[in-house]
């Protein structure tokens, strides 16, 4: 589950969880700091030869007895880390499920060192607590990071379990719902409503359903869903004002009906009139196909001529103008800053928001080889430009063009995907992070690979995977990752016009609903 995920990372102890054949299915992010290698990169590998350098298994390895259905006893790992410290790693197993165990590695090097030196049973009483209490101190610090977060938000924010139990439930749903005592507060979601029984329009029920209105402390709620492997993520907005104004809109239908039948009395004016609005569609239509041209002109002439990388790129609007945007900007030192943006909505308000998201891009983040870095400093300008609802998503990739290395950042954009030739696989890639131009002082996670012979970068806006045929299927993520891997080795550019080729015939002459923007690159 990526929540659990996110807070497992969070962690000073490391958590692997690994398979019957000892090869691993996940680890945290402080294994690098044993291993030299991120997490991402050990998936797959034997845990005894990439952490411990040995050959077999552990000879007093807990993951057998686990098998036999015995308990395990906590052991002591006696290891050297990449960088040749000395470490004494103190690890409890679990069995997490058939074939699968859990295994939490936690750094006792320095306090063995001090049990080690104390002679009597009080000082180590008392070493024992400083640890406990230095672990409290560091879970709590986790834990409220976590809710602060959650309590940033402006909308209602509820983690429901399986089980309908609320999970969290951040401040604004409690101040809402008028459960401001904790104690007293409801343990499954639908009584934060203040309902005796399940919702019908629970997506518990339908995993189709991801929005609902309700009715709720004598307001009325939208609410969004969003599923994270079994747990639901409920958003809730206070919609009551909106909602107001289109009873009021429809309590005036009778009036404009009323009027429009006195202005058809004036219909030969109207048809004089309507020759005068088709001149000015046309002279809108001249204008909007001009600030197309325009926007167009905005995204890079040529692709980046780096030696041993092969470009290539695709851009087209759902309208005459659109909000998508992809840069290639040009450090020194071989650096190169690569990102494609997704402007909420369409047409003119979106073109005009990107060019401005691609003049900060170009002025402000140059030579800030720190993905997260420029991200934060971009989406700090928008904040203070932007005064409307819209919002920008971006994936920015920073290449190395020397070493290969790359760090990037995301600002709630889609994954990228990462074609990597040695496995023969995609993997999604992300970062945690919000939308540019929405929040102020937003700190942007970043995360980092390197490219090999072979390798591609693929990065996109949604316009492509939610493409829809007749019957409002989306193409998806299986179909694109499938064409990336079947057209792997063709130049980058010619891979690009196959999986466009594919999605026009997955649509069916449906015309595209949203922009489409794809930036790729690959290492020769």
């Not at 686990?66 to 470490?87: C, P, S, Y």
């Not at 063995?112 to 209490?133: G, M, R």
């Amino acid at each position: 589950m990526e929540f659990n995920q996110e807070i497992l990372n969070y962690m000073n102890e490391i958590v692997m969880v690994v398979n019957d054949r000892y090869e691993i299915m996940f680890c945290s992010t402080p294994m690098k700091n044993l291993t030299g290698k991120p997490a991402d990169r050990l998936i797959g590998k034997k845990c005894h030869l990439v952490i411990f350098n040995r050959l077999e298994p552990c000879p007093n390895c807990q993951l057998e007895i686990l098998k036999n259905g015995k308990m395990a006893v906590d052991i002591e790992h006696d290891t050297i880390t990449h960088r040749g410290f000395r470490k004494l790693l103190s690890s409890k197993f679990q069995k997490l499920s058939d074939g699968m165990y859990a295994e939490i590695m936690d750094d006792i090097t320095s306090t063995k060192k001090l049990i080690d030196k104390l002679t009597h049973h009080t000082k180590e009483l008392k070493a024992s607590n400083v640890i406990l209490n230095l672990r409290r101190k560091e879970t709590e610090k986790e834990h409220k990071f976590i809710m602060n977060t959650v309590n940033s938000l402006n909308e209602g924010v509820m983690v429901v379990n399986p089980d309908l139990s609320v999970n969290i439930a951040n401040q604004n749903l409690i101040e809402m719902s008028r459960q401001r005592d904790t104690d007293s507060r409801p343990e499954k979601c639908y009584e934060m409503y203040g309902y005796t029984e399940q919702c019908r329009d629970c997506p518990m029920l339908d995993k189709k359903i991801t929005r609902s209105f309700r009715e709720a402390f004598g307001k009325k709620l939208t609410v969004n869903f969003n599923r994270f492997d079994q747990y639901i993520v409920e958003s809730i907005r206070d919609t009551t004002k909106e909602l107001k104004l289109i009873d009021e809109i429809k309590s005036q239908q009778a009036i404009l009906e009323e009027k429009q039948r006195q202005m058809s009395l004036l219909n030969k004016d109207l048809l004089r009139m309507n020759e005068r609005l088709k001149e000015a569609q046309r002279i809108i239509d001249e204008e909007l196909r001009q600030v197309g041209e325009i926007q167009a002109s905005l995204l890079p002439e040529v692709l980046p001529a780096i030696k041993g990388y092969d470009f290539g790129a695709f851009y087209t609007p759902a309208e005459h103008a659109g909000g998508d945007y992809y840069d290639c900007i040009e450090m020194s030192n071989g650096y190169w800053g690569l990102g494609v943006a997704d402007v909420s909505g369409h047409g003119i308000p979106a073109s005009v928001i990107m060019a401005i998201t691609r003049a900060i891009m170009r002025s402000y983040t140059y030579d800030i080889v720190a993905s997260s870095e420029a991200l934060a400093m971009v989406n700090e300008i928008l904040c203070d430009n932007i005064h409307t609802n819209d919002f920008v998503t971006m994936f920015y990739v920073v290449l190395d063009s020397k070493s290969g290395k790359c760090n990037f950042a995301s600002a709630g954009h889609n994954p990228m995907l990462f074609y990597d030739k040695s496995e023969m696989l995609v993997r999604k890639v992300t970062a945690q992070g919000l939308f540019l131009g929405a929040f102020d002082s937003v700190e942007y996670d970043q995360g980092g690979f390197e490219i090999d012979s072979g390798d591609i970068v693929f990065m996109y806006t949604d316009g492509l995977n939610e493409a829809m045929n007749a019957q409002r299927e989306q193409y998806g993520y299986d179909r694109l990752i499938s064409k990336i891997m079947m057209f792997s080795e063709l130049p980058v550019s010619e891979m690009i016009i196959n999986i466009m080729d594919d999605v026009k015939l997955f649509a069916d002459g449906m015309p595209f609903e949203d922009d489409i923007t794809i930036l790729a690159f690959k290492k020769i």
